[in-house]
Protein backbone atom coordinates (compact mmCIF):
# COMPACT_ATOMS: atom_id res chain seq x y z
CA UNK A 1 0.00 0.00 0.00
CA UNK A 2 1.19 3.47 0.25
CA UNK A 3 2.89 3.14 3.33
CA UNK A 4 4.88 0.49 1.76
CA UNK A 5 5.43 3.28 -1.04
CA UNK A 6 6.56 5.94 1.63
CA UNK A 7 9.22 3.70 3.38
CA UNK A 8 10.77 2.53 -0.36
CA UNK A 9 11.09 6.21 -0.70
CA UNK A 10 13.15 7.05 2.19
CA UNK A 11 15.14 4.21 1.88
CA UNK A 12 15.65 5.43 -1.78
CA UNK A 13 16.68 8.70 -0.15
CA UNK A 14 19.15 7.00 1.95
CA UNK A 15 16.82 7.96 5.53
CA UNK A 16 17.12 5.30 7.95
CA UNK A 17 15.12 7.04 10.97
CA UNK A 18 11.77 6.86 9.75
CA UNK A 19 9.59 4.35 9.07
CA UNK A 20 5.32 4.33 8.29
CA UNK A 21 2.84 1.99 9.17
CA UNK A 22 0.00 4.69 8.02
CA UNK A 23 -0.56 7.69 5.14
CA UNK A 24 -2.01 9.80 7.51
CA UNK A 25 0.58 9.77 10.62
CA UNK A 26 -1.85 9.10 13.64
CA UNK A 27 -0.30 7.48 16.33
CA UNK A 28 1.22 3.97 16.14
CA UNK A 29 4.16 2.79 18.15
CA UNK A 30 5.67 1.37 14.77
CA UNK A 31 5.32 4.90 12.86
CA UNK A 32 7.91 7.12 13.05
CA UNK A 33 10.65 9.64 11.91
CA UNK A 34 13.26 12.35 12.85
CA UNK A 35 13.43 16.15 12.42
CA UNK A 36 16.40 15.10 9.86
CA UNK A 37 14.35 13.06 7.86
CA UNK A 38 11.37 14.51 7.70
CA UNK A 39 13.67 18.20 6.24
CA UNK A 40 15.11 15.60 3.81
CA UNK A 41 11.49 14.76 2.87
CA UNK A 42 10.21 18.62 2.56
CA UNK A 43 13.52 19.31 0.33
CA UNK A 44 12.36 16.11 -2.16
CA UNK A 45 8.42 17.31 -2.01
CA UNK A 46 9.60 21.14 -2.76
CA UNK A 47 10.73 19.62 -6.17
CA UNK A 48 6.88 19.39 -7.20
CA UNK A 49 5.31 22.25 -7.98
CA UNK A 50 1.85 21.22 -6.76
CA UNK A 51 3.16 20.41 -3.37
CA UNK A 52 4.40 23.87 -2.69
CA UNK A 53 0.89 25.52 -4.00
CA UNK A 54 -0.74 23.11 -1.50
CA UNK A 55 1.58 23.66 1.79
CA UNK A 56 1.58 27.54 0.53
CA UNK A 57 -2.27 28.23 0.66
CA UNK A 58 -4.05 30.30 3.49
CA UNK A 59 -6.80 29.24 2.98
CA UNK A 60 -9.00 26.25 1.85
CA UNK A 61 -12.08 25.58 0.05
CA UNK A 62 -14.37 22.27 0.25
CA UNK A 63 -17.93 21.76 -0.35
CA UNK A 64 -19.24 25.19 0.65
CA UNK A 65 -17.42 25.33 3.73
CA UNK A 66 -13.97 28.02 4.05
CA UNK A 67 -10.75 26.65 6.44
CA UNK A 68 -8.19 28.71 7.70
CA UNK A 69 -4.66 27.69 8.30
CA UNK A 70 -3.66 27.77 12.42
CA UNK A 71 -0.44 27.03 12.96
CA UNK A 72 -1.73 26.10 16.16
CA UNK A 73 -4.94 24.32 15.65
CA UNK A 74 -4.48 23.45 11.61
CA UNK A 75 -7.34 23.92 10.07
CA UNK A 76 -10.28 25.72 11.09
CA UNK A 77 -13.64 26.51 9.80
CA UNK A 78 -14.64 29.89 9.21
CA UNK A 79 -18.14 29.88 7.14
CA UNK A 80 -20.38 27.73 5.50
Known amino acids: GFS ?4 AKVKE ?4 NSHFVNPHGLH ?3 HY ?3 YDMAVIT ?3 QKYPEFNKIVSSVTY ?3 RQIFVRS ?3 G ?3 IAS
Do not use: Q, W, Y
Not at 4 to 7: A, E, I, L, P, V
Not at 13 to 16: E, M, P, R, V
Open 75 to 77: LIP
Open 13 to 16: LGLS
Open 71 to 73: SVH
Open 33 to 35: TSA
Open 43 to 45: REA
Open 28 to 30: SDD
Open 4 to 7: DMMN
Open 61 to 63: KKA
